[in-house]
């Protein structure tokens, strides 16, 4: 098989693309993006630079085992996150449960199960499953078929509701926390303008993790970090003149 050439990542249709999976964009959405009739002539375009679909993205044609935690780096999803965090060092299963909502590990387990991951004692990671991925579509495709037996019945309301009072106090905890401070918040003076900057797409992941999990919008952690390395690298007169007061 001819080797993988990894000069493909400089091409700015290949790394736009890359950049807007990663996002959660469609391929429909890609597709008009470059004003494509089909995805078709996406896919080719990057079959034709040695690189294949696998099902969330594209990776290089030679890469026929990729694991879950390698492809997890450009998987915009909470199945994604939960496997960078279990690809960390010193990483606490039971932690990341947590951290990721879950009660308990096992309920976390079954989150997976149902995204089509498996767990692997020998990567201490989940894996991914082509066949348990195919039976949930399956079973999701046959219940949507099923028509429901409460569907005329408040049954199912009244179970949400109890539920629902069961958790009232993380719920309220949800919803009143205020940001803790340790965030530092800069407000710079002038309009807002736009600006197009082409990022890796594994910072473009990063980025995107850390707005969801802290709930901080991305333009706050981009001008955060630009105002820090403005203050650590010179520019701190500078900084504090285009800031308000």
């Known amino acids: ?13 290949i790394k736009t693309t890359l950049a807007l999976l990663a996002e959660g964009k469609s391929k429909q959405e890609i597709t008009e993006h470059f004003g ?3 995805w078709f002539s996406i896919d080719q375009y990057f079959r034709r630079r040695g690189m294949r679909w696998n099902g969330n993205t594209f990776v290089p044609e ?10 997890s780096r450009f998987l915009n999803s909470k199945a994604g996150q939960i496997i960078r965090q279990l690809s960390q060092s010193n990483a606490n299963i039971r932690q990341v449960a947590i951290k990721q909502g879950f009660a308990t590990v096992d309920e976390m387990g079954d989150y997976m199960k149902g995204q089509g991951y498996v767990w692997s004692s ?22 949507v078929q099923l028509p429901s037996k409460s569907a005329d019945g408040l049954e199912d309301y009244q179970q ?23 965030l530092p918040r800069y407000k710079f003076r002038g309009a807002k303008a736009n600006k197009t900057l082409g990022f890796p797409t594994s910072l473009m992941t990063l980025l995107s993790d850390y707005s969801k999990e802290f709930n901080v919008t991305q333009r706050v952690i981009i001008e955060v970090a630009l105002a820090e390395f403005f203050k650590k690298y010179g520019y701190e007169e500078q900084l504090s003149s285009v800031l308000q007061a």
């Open 36 to 38: 494509h009739k089909g």
């Open 62 to 71: 030679e890469d026929e085992t990729t694991s879950a935690a390698e492809e």
């Open 1 to 13: 098989m001819t080797m993988f050439d990894p000069s493909v990542y400089d091409d700015s249709k």
């Open 122 to 143: 020998e990567q201490e990671n989940y894996e991914y499953s082509e066949s348990l991925s195919t039976k949930k579509k399956n079973e999701q495709t046959a219940a």
């Open 160 to 182: 949400l509701l109890a539920y629902l009072l069961s958790k009232q106090n993380k719920l309220f905890d949800l919803l009143e926390t205020e940001n803790d401070g340790t």
